[in-house]
Each structure stands twice: as structure tokens, then as C-alpha cells.
């Protein structure tokens, strides 16, 4: 047999060739050093946020030009604080965007600190609380507002892109200062802060980051204080996954994003370890005063009430209900608060049931809502008298009669009994004084209130005596009320027999039907949401019957709300009015039912 040898060259070139083959492949196989993302093709232009805002105008528009803007993600929701929306900024660290998607979990596809392109040609853009958001498409509000709608998750993957890379930490991409002012200013808007030496106030210290009360408001509004007592509001959402961790205590550097809703400030979280404890302690005003004041309430007035003053009270209980307060000389209601009331002793829960019992409570002046309280912790900060004897009763309420009554009778924090007749304005009810001084009747909680009181205060001339504390709000006088029973009804007006407050009836829009939808008739309706003609609505399943969800000043009602009452699927438990809107131009008749505020809005 004959053999072909290769010559020598032949053999160098065939080895040269498979090395450089190998070498290829193997090129070909290792991943980019700096672990970038190879994106789609894109044959636009990267442009500057400032480019891409400028297009944003009040109303919402579709951006046109093939451009797109890159930054690093600022929020994240995997703690629940945010929800189906992501906050970029600019690697310059002085502009900020929102990108509204119709996905929860989204941390997963844009971590914080992830370096994204976000294409624009076909999204809608709006100026919205003060910054520019992005989306797909248009959303209209029940009440006919527009915005940016949130897009899907198929137009998302075409138009936002995680580029990979290494991420960016809070650190890096932080603006940090040590004064609030100096951070909270419209050009960060939208933007990642750190605030450094911030403290929250003292009676706020040891509650849950959102109190369950509060679930109506969709979450808890916290204040936060630097040395200076610049001050910023800090919101949980009733969502957040660290909704039940306590609010710290101590100088704190905090790190997370600059909002505004409407014309008030946010400032939110992604994460509870985003509050970082610098140190154990502070000295400035709203902190913890190691000079624990004694305050006499017989002698004390609404001004010795210092929010976050740690003190010892001394007077007596007024109990009414389940609650305990002290009353200072000038009227003003201090209850008595713990957080630990299951470890408090028997005695002692017996002795808060006893009215005019005196007592020394040891504690922080706080407020919950509008309510003043003096915070306490434990047993041993109650020191009861040795007797029940009332040196020093609670202040006597006097009646004022209106039609003898000046302006010189109107004190501040005074707790009185008004006389009057009603003289309605608008939506609004006053008692006038003798010399035209106008009192608003006021309560915070208005929803509670009967139907009939309703009815009653909408009567001009209707006589009533109301129980309630004189006080201001801006340059209006009002005497706020706490519930029906402060107000009582004279005869004058032929009402012997009012009537009791409407009944609710529960209805489940799995059972309902057209028969069950009565004007004025008042429910609490189960059922699903079903978005159409771009309005929330609850159908009937039974025979298809709509049931158009409406309220007054939607558009003012807080964006997390809004977006869940316009989530196609969402379960909703709606208690509300059954009313009927006509359409004279397009002679339609549309079921509606109306609810008063987010407090008659549950999502189980």
C-alpha cells in the first residue's frame, strides 16, 4: 500500500487553521467581561432626560420621535411599598421618570441599581405630582380625568430593557444630604435622596410603619425631622411587606424616593434596611428630652401640649367609652395611650374605666390623627391617687347660648355646649353669634354620622345644641364634634319621630339582579371588577345588570387607589348609594353606585 504523506507545510497550515477554528468558537462562547445584555436592534437615537421630559405636557400625549433615554432603577417592589411602577434617573443624578407597567414583581426583570433603556416611540408620557410619567395608551378616571395608562406586559418587553452590567448601589446613585430643605426641592423630584440625621418623632417611636386605622388612606404618613427641624412626611404602604416592623427610634440615614401627590410630599422606601440607625439618640426638639416635666391639669391649657415632650400628668379621668382622657383647664382632651395594653394589669384596666379617678401618668405627648394623647409604657407609669376623692375635677362645659353670645365668647380649645339655629351655606352649616360671628360645625369622622343629622344639617333655621371644643382651621371658627350624640335636635322644626339611619343591605353581584338595583337604596355590594367603556363597573353575573362605580373628586383620591378600583379582575367590596346618571345628549340612563370615600372601599 502506497502512502500519501502531507508535507510539512501541509500540516503546519491544517494544524494553524484548527487552532484558529478552535479559537473562534471559544471567543464566541465567553460572555461579556462586564456582563452586559445584548439588546434588539434599535436604529433611534439615546437622547437626555431632559430631551425626553420636554416633550411632557399636562395632558397626555404619544411620544414620536425613535429616541430613547438610559438610567438605573431607583425603587423596587419587592417589599410592596411600590406598586406596578418604577422609578429611573439619569446617571447625572438630576432627573428622574416614572414607567408605569401592569405587572407586580418587577424587581425580579429591573433590580434596583439595574442600568435600563427605555424606548419611547409610541408611549404616552403625562407631567404628573410634579414629574414626568411614561406608559401605553391613555387611562380615563370615573370622573373623565386622563393619565397615562399602564402598559402591558407584551409592550413593556418591546419598549424597556435591563442592559445588564454591574449594578449600581444606593450609595452610588443617592443624592445625600444632612438638611431636608436642601434635598426636597422640585428639581428631585422622582429622584433617589439619602436624608442624613433624620429622626422620627418620639410618639411615633415603637408603632407599626403603618397603622391598620389608617387602611381607609391606603397607608401611614410618619414625620421626619432634621437638626435644623426641616421636616418631610414618610408614607408606608398598607402593602408593604415591612408594614409591621416598628418605627426606629434614634438618628437614622434614610435612603429612598423623593414624591409628591398633588402639591404634598413623599418620601417612600423600597425596603425597611433602607433606614439605617447612625446613632441611639438626639437632643433636638422632637426627640426624646431627658428633663421629664410635671404638668398640672387643673392649671394646664392647649398650650402646655408639646408634641414629643415627655412629661408627668397629673388630673383626673374623664372616661367616656372605652377611652380615658385628662382634661386641662381650657377644655383640651388628653387621652391616655399604650400600645401594650393587653400586659397592663387588671387593677389598672379597671381604674381607667373609673371616671374622675385621679391619676399621675408618666408618658409623651403625641398625636394620633387629631387626637392628643399622652403615650405610656408599662404599669409603673400610672401612679393612682390615694383616694377618689376630686381635688381638681375636669372643667366644667358650659353652654353657650348663640343668640347672646359675642366673639369674645369664642376661646380657642374650649370645650362648650352651642345653642343655636343652623345657617347652611353652600355645604357647609354655621350657628351665628349675636354680632354675626360665624361658628362651622366640624367633625372629622362625618361619614358616621346618621342620615338623619345629614338631613338635619342641610336645614337652614333647624335648632340644635352641640357638644363640642372651640377651634381654627386657617381663619374659619368651627366647634368640632365628635359623633351623633353631640348633636341634639330641637322640636322646632315638627321632627317628634326622626328617623333611624338608612338600612345597608348586602348584596354579592354573583346573586344580584336588575330587581335588587332601587334609587337611593343603600348596599354593600360584592363583586368583580370589569372595566368598560373605560369605567369601573360591577356586573350582575345572573343577567349581565352594570353597576357603574362612581364618587365625588376622584381625581383627588390617592393614585394606589385608583389603580386598584380600575384593575380588570380586582375583587371589591363597595358600600354605597344606588343612584342613576342620564345622559340628556346621548338619552342613555346609566346604574350607578355611588360611595363617599375610600373608607366605603374595601379590596378583601
Known amino acids: 500500500m502506497k502512502l500519501n504523506l502531507l508535507k510539512p507545510t501541509a500540516i503546519a497550515l491544517l494544524s494553524l487553521f484548527a487552532i484558529t477554528s478552535c479559537v473562534k468558537d471559544d471567543d464566541y462562547e465567553i460572555p461579556n467581561p462586564n456582563g452586559e445584555k445584548p439588546l434588539p436592534p434599535f436604529s ?49 443624578k438630576t432627573k428622574g421618570v416614572t414607567v408605569a407597567i401592569n405587572k407586580t414583581g418587577l424587581y425580579t426583570d429591573f433590580p434596583l441599581g439595574a442600568k435600563v433603556q427605555l424606548r419611547l416611540k409610541g408611549l404616552t408620557s403625562q407631567i404628573n405630582n410634579g414629574g414626568v410619567d411614561f406608559g401605553s395608551g391613555i387611562f380615563q378616571a370615573n370622573n373623565g380625568r386622563t393619565s397615562v395608562g399602564r402598559m402591558s406586559e407584551a409592550i413593556a418587553k418591546n419598549h424597556l430593557f435591563d442592559k445588564g452590567g454591574v449594578r449600581k448601589t444606593l450609595a452610588e446613585l443617592a443624592k445625600a444630604d444632612a438638611s431636608i430643605n436642601t434635598l426636597k426641592v422640585e428639581a428631585n423630584v422622582n429622584q433617589l435622596i439619602t436624608l442624613k440625621g433624620v429622626h422620627f418623632k418620639t410618639a411615633d417611636v415603637g408603632k407599626e410603619m403603618h397603622q391598620k386605622t389608617n387602611d381607609a388612606r391606603q397607608g401611614t404618613d410618619y414625620t ?29 440615614d434614610i435612603t429612598g424616593v423623593l414624591t409628591k401627590f398633588g402639591q404634598n410630599w413623599q418620601f417612600m422606601i423600597s425596603n425597611y434596611a433602607d433606614i439605617v440607625v447612625v446613632s441611639g439618640g438626639t437632643s433636638t426638639g422632637t426627640q426624646t428630652n431627658t428633663t421629664v416635666e410635671t404638668i ?11 408634641e414629643g415632650k415627655k412629661v408627668k400628668l397629673h388630673g383626673n379621668l374623664t372616661v367616656e367609652g372605652t377611652k380615658a382622657y385628662i382634661l386641662f383647664s381650657d377644655g383640651t382632651k388628653i387621652q391616655l395611650y399604650t400600645r401594650n395594653f393587653k ?89 351665628v353669634f349675636s354680632d354675626g360671628t360665624k361658628i362651622q360645625l366640624y367633625i372629622k369622622n362625618f361619614k ?43 322640636a322646632s322644626n315638627n321632627n317628634p319621630n326622626p328617623q333611624p339611619p338608612a338600612t345597608v343591605t348586602e348584596l ?27 369605567r369601573s363597573t360591577i356586573v350582575f353575573t345572573t343577567d349581565n345588570t352594570e353597576i357603574q362605580l362612581t364618587t365625588k373628586g376622584y381625581g383627588s383620591l390617592p393614585d394606589d387607589f385608583k389603580t386598584k378600583i380600575s384593575t380588570e379582575g380586582k375583587k371589591v367590596i363597595v358600600k354605597g348609594t344606588f343612584i342613576e346618571f342620564k345622559d340628556k345628549k346621548k338619552g342613555t340612563v346609566t346604574k350607578q353606585l355611588k360611595y363617599d370615600s375610600i373608607d366605603d372601599v374595601q379590596f378583601p
Open 44 to 92: 433611534g437615537k439615546v437622547v437626555t432626560f431632559d430631551v425626553a421630559t420636554a416633550q411632557a405636557t399636562n395632558t397626555v400625549v404619544t411620544y414620536g420621535a425613535d429616541e430613547a433615554i438610559e438610567g438605573y432603577v431607583i425603587s423596587s417592589d419587592e417589599a410592596g411599598n411600590f406598586y406596578q411602577k418604577i422609578y429611573i434617573q439619569n446617571e447625572d
Open 224 to 252: 421626619l425631622t432634621d437638626a435644623q427641624g426641616n421636616t418631610i412626611p414618610f408614607r408606608t404602604s398598607r402593602y408593604a411587606k415591612f408594614k409591621d416592623e416598628k418605627v426606629p427610634a434614634g438618628t437614622l
Open 296 to 306: 398640672e391639669a387643673s392649671t394646664a391649657t392647649a398650650a402646655s401640649f408639646v
Open 343 to 431: 400586659n397592663i394589669s387588671n387593677e389598672n384596666k379597671t381604674n381607667l374605666k373609673e371616671n374622675g379617678k385621679e391619676v399621675t401618668v408618666t408618658g409623651t405627648f403625641g398625636k394620633f390623627n387629631d387626637t392628643l394623647q399622652i403615650s405610656y409604657e408599662q404599669d409603673s407609669d400610672l401612679v393612682w391617687g390615694a383616694s377618689n376623692n376630686n381635688p381638681n375635677p375636669p372643667a366644667t362645659v358650659e353652654t353657650v347660648e348663640a343668640s347672646t353670645a359675642t366673639a369674645a365668647s369664642f376661646v380657642e380649645g374650649k370645650k362648650v355646649k352651642l345653642h343655636g339655629n343652623l345657617t347652611v351655606e353652600g355645604t357647609k352649616s354655621y350657628i
Open 448 to 490: 358616621n354620622l346618621s342620615k338623619e343629622s345629614k338631613d338635619n344639617l342641610k336645614i337652614n333655621g333647624k335648632e340644635v345644641t352641640v357638644t363640642g371644643t372651640f377651634g381654627k382651621f386657617n381663619n374659619t371658627l368651627q366647634i368640632a364634634y365628635e359623633q351623633d350624640s353631640d348633636l341634639v335636635w330641637g
Open 508 to 534: 354579592d353581584a354573583s346573586t344580584a339582579t336588575a330587581a335588587d338595583f332601587q334609587l337611593n337604596k343603600v348596599v354593600k355590594l360584592t363583586g368583580t371588577i370589569k372595566i368598560i367603556n373605560n
